[in-house]
């Protein structure tokens, strides 16, 4: 089954869609106004294009609520490679939310709650990936080192 038929009944897809309809008209914009919050954060560039791909503004620019939360599980990858941790994730994707709000003009609440919600949802999953691939890489060191009986046999 789909993750977004998991997450999202199919009327709140419907509301999803019709909000990121209304968002598309101001994407570039709004990317644009974003990226330049972002770098007065002190983000790099590689940072900000991966918070720019887990945005409703990038949700506007693709065919499918499933393509862009496939994008958001890739970019949270990213995110949680390039060390920046889930609070500040959601606290940027807050922030991104102030830019979004003269655009809807608090139309389409419950769907931007929802929406937001399982973006949330994907990224703390993207991150647990990442986190638990490193634990396995280090027990994985970890053993190796205490079943070794000596440097070489360690380097084998």
Same mark, same amino acid.
Request: avoid cysteine.
């Given at each position: 089954?789909?993750?977004?038929?998991?997450?999202?009944?199919?009327?709140?897809?419907?509301?999803?869609?019709?909000?990121?309809?209304?968002?598309?008209?101001?994407?570039?914009?709004?990317?644009?106004?974003?990226?330049?919050?972002?770098?007065?954060?002190?983000?790099?560039?590689?940072?900000?294009?991966?918070?720019?791909?887990?945005?409703?503004?990038?949700?506007?620019?693709?065919?499918?609520?499933?393509?862009?939360?496939?994008?958001?599980?890739? @970019?949270?990858?990213?995110?949680?490679?390039? @060390?920046?941790?889930?609070?500040?994730?959601?606290?940027?994707?807050?922030?991104?939310?102030g830019l979004l709000?003269?655009?809807?003009?608090? @139309?389409?609440?419950?769907?931007?709650?929802?929406?937001h919600l399982a973006?949330?949802?994907?990224? @703390?999953?993207?991150?647990?990936?990442?986190?638990?691939?490193?634990?396995?890489?280090?027990?994985?060191?970890?053993?190796? #080192?205490?079943?070794a009986a000596g440097? #070489?046999?360690?380097?084998?």
């Amino acid at each position: 089954m789909p993750l977004t038929t998991r997450l999202l009944t199919p009327a709140a897809r419907r509301h999803v869609a019709r909000m990121v309809r209304a968002i598309a008209p101001t994407a570039g914009r709004l990317d644009r106004r974003f990226a330049t919050l972002l770098r007065q954060r002190g983000y790099n560039a590689a940072q900000i294009r991966a918070f720019l791909a887990i945005t409703p503004a990038a949700a506007s620019r693709l065919r499918s609520l499933a393509q862009f939360l496939e994008q958001v599980e890739y @970019n949270g990858r990213r995110l949680a490679k390039l @060390n920046v941790t889930p609070a500040a994730v959601n606290e940027v994707l807050r922030e991104f939310g102030g830019l979004l709000d003269p655009v809807l003009e608090g @139309n389409f609440e419950p769907a931007r709650e929802q929406f937001h919600l399982a973006t949330v949802l994907i990224l @703390n999953d993207a991150f647990y990936q990442v986190r638990e691939a490193e634990s396995q890489a280090f027990f994985g060191l970890y053993h190796a #080192e205490t079943e070794a009986a000596g440097l #070489e046999d360690l380097l084998r």
